[in-house]
Nanobody, 123 residues
Framework: QVQLVESGGGLVQPGGSLRLSCAAVGSIFGINAMGWYRQAPGKERELVAVITSGSSTNYTDSVKGRFTISRDNAKNTVFLQMTSLKPEDTAVYYC?????????????????WGQGTQVTVSS
């Protein structure tokens, strides 16, 4: 069984910074892509940033140049450094991790979600 443990959300003023963390814990054989999504009230969940196992990254246009996704493979952890935050960044942020497990001689792939962490940008 695998769990994702998120931390780092909170209240910040416009122009401020926050760093989100998400650690995958449990029976992990390997990890493929790791990403961050967000969902604002009344809106659909959207992809914010993703990082592959080879550390290639991709960002939604609205956060390019302001957010940076990174990962620590030794700790099965993904980070999202957010700078120059804007009120429109306010949302619940969820991490998403593609986990490989080894079961009965087979490698299986599972998609896990974190519990979500609130980010509020307001003066």
């Amino acid at each position: 069984q695998v769990q994702l443990v998120e931390s780092g959300g909170g209240l910040v003023q416009p122009g401020g910074s926050l760093r989100l963390s998400c650690a995958a814990v449990g029976s992990i054989f390997g990890i493929n892509a790791m990403g961050w999504y967000r969902q604002a009230p009344g809106k659909e969940r959207e992809l914010v940033a993703v990082i592959t196992s080879g550390s290639s990254t991709n960002y939604t246009d609205s956060v390019k140049g302001r957010f940076t996704i990174s990962r620590d493979n030794a700790k099965n952890t993904v980070f999202l450094q957010m700078t120059s935050l804007k009120p429109e960044d306010t949302a619940v942020y969820y991490c998403n991790v593609e986990v490989l497990t080894y079961e009965l001689g087979l490698v299986r792939i599972y998609d896990y979600w974190g519990q979500g962490t609130q980010v509020t940008v307001s003066s």
